[in-house]
């Protein structure tokens, strides 16, 4: 089977499951000639639930488009230079091929897909030493804003119990979810200490997108911090915030919280 190149674009983004929601990628403070010039994609896991996303809010989001769709088996078509990105929402052994994949092509690599061996951690940081890349377990803006809210809260309420309770569909696999460890590092920022991971408390329930709450317990109060995902449209228009930002930074591994200082400083 062959990858889905540029011209089967429009037929592939029909894999999506309702019409994609619709946002400028970069609020009006954010935008620039560079910010418009068409962002060429290379993605991997193009038949996922996230891949039909991406290929739906791809077709209707300016300064996009597809180089080349990759699913599993497929072989990479497009050549260095005709890329600019890969973004991966695929499986472990996926995010190892995506790696290689933007190595050769000497482009930009967001991974996002979750729950990575350390085997698949290991190939992104190698890549890292040729190209610009980033794993991010979550693309949310929402979430990149609850964290910072979490770190500044944990570090205003020394001696608080901090617990995180992260629900999503019963098809996914890891647990705790990226985003719950992703918030517990947050709460590690605030305190200076790492967060007891028995205070993690991962559901799999019926088809929630996914929520997460961070709940401070201290005498006699409360504080609950809680972002829920209502479609998984946040996560591709994220991706596709993540993916034109990483595609003008310089070869190495980076973090979600370095684009989302730059995305707060307008």
Not at 231 to 238: E, K, M, P, T, V
Not at 243 to 259: F, I, S, Y
């Amino acid at each position: 089977m062959h990858g889905f190149t540029e011209n089967s674009r429009a037929n592939h983004a029909t894999f999506a499951e309702n019409a994609p929601m619709t946002s400028t990628l970069l609020p009006q403070s954010h935008a620039t000639e560079e910010s418009f010039r068409p962002l060429r994609i290379v993605l991997h896991g193009a038949l996922g639930r996230m891949g039909q996303r991406l290929l739906g809010c791809i077709s209707t989001e300016r300064g996009c488009r597809i180089a080349q769709s990759i699913d599993r088996d497929n072989q990479l078509e497009v050549h260095p230079g005709d890329a600019d990105v890969v973004i991966d929402f695929s499986s472990d052994d996926g995010a190892m091929r995506a790696a290689q994949a933007a190595t050769t092509l000497g482009c930009a690599l967001l991974v996002g897909t979750t729950g990575l061996s350390q085997a698949s951690l290991d190939a992104v940081t190698r890549a890292s030493a040729w190209v610009p890349a980033m794993v991010a377990p979550n693309t949310s803006l929402g979430v990149a804003v609850t964290r910072k809210l979490v770190m500044d809260a944990a570090r205003l309420l020394p001696g608080f119990d901090i617990d995180i309770t992260e629900t999503h569909h019963i098809r996914k696999l890891d647990a705790p979810s990226g985003t719950a460890l992703s918030l517990a590092a947050a709460v590690a920022q605030g305190t200076g200490k790492p967060m007891n991971p028995a205070r993690i408390h991962p559901i799999r329930a019926g088809d929630v997108v996914g929520e997460h709450v961070v709940t401070f317990s201290g005498p006699g109060e409360r504080l609950m911090i809680t972002h829920s995902a209502t479609s998984r449209d946040l996560f591709a228009l994220g991706a596709l915030r993540m993916a034109r930002w990483l595609a003008q930074q310089p070869a190495g591994m980076h973090v979600t919280d370095e684009w989302f200082a730059d995305f707060a400083r307008g």
